[in-house]
């Protein structure tokens, strides 16, 4: 298994924006499919983006598609997810996850990170 480890959140007013990190290792980045999820308190997790391993597809959730951009540099071994005109509902922890195939499921991604906290105040 990869390990993952999420960096960037923080707090940022409405309309503000954030990038988190994802970076990786124990196995081969450029390997791996990558997704970005989110669980709000009380709510189930929710898929965000996700990135094959060649960059060459990329899903986005309705709900953030033109707000947010997930990228990754496969030399740096890490992930990313710009996170622009944020809204107080994009207010989440936010996880990456890595698998061998692109997918917009959670159960489908067999690596996770810890997490990181993403809140926006109104």
């Known amino acids: 298994q990869v390990q993952l480890v999420e960096s960037g959140g923080g707090l940022v007013q409405a309309g503000g924006s954030l990038r988190l990190s994802c970076a990786a290792s124990?196995?081969?980045?450029?390997?791996?499919?990558m997704g970005w999820f989110r669980q709000a308190p009380g709510k189930e997790r929710e898929f965000v983006a996700a990135?094959?391993?060649?960059?060459?597809?990329?899903y986005y959730a309705d709900s953030v598609n033109g707000r947010f951009t997930i990228s990754r540099e496969n030399a740096k071994n890490t992930v990313y997810l710009q996170m622009n005109s944020l809204k107080p509902e994009d207010t989440a922890v936010y996880y990456c996850?890595?698998?061998?195939?692109?997918?917009?499921?959670?159960?489908?991604?067999?690596?996770w990170g810890q997490g990181t906290q993403v809140t926006v105040s109104s």
């Open positions: 990135i094959s391993w060649s960059g060459g597809s990329i």
């Open positions: 124990g196995h081969t980045f450029s390997s791996y499919a």
């Open positions: 996850a890595a698998d061998s195939t692109i997918s917009t499921r959670g159960a489908d991604f067999g690596s």
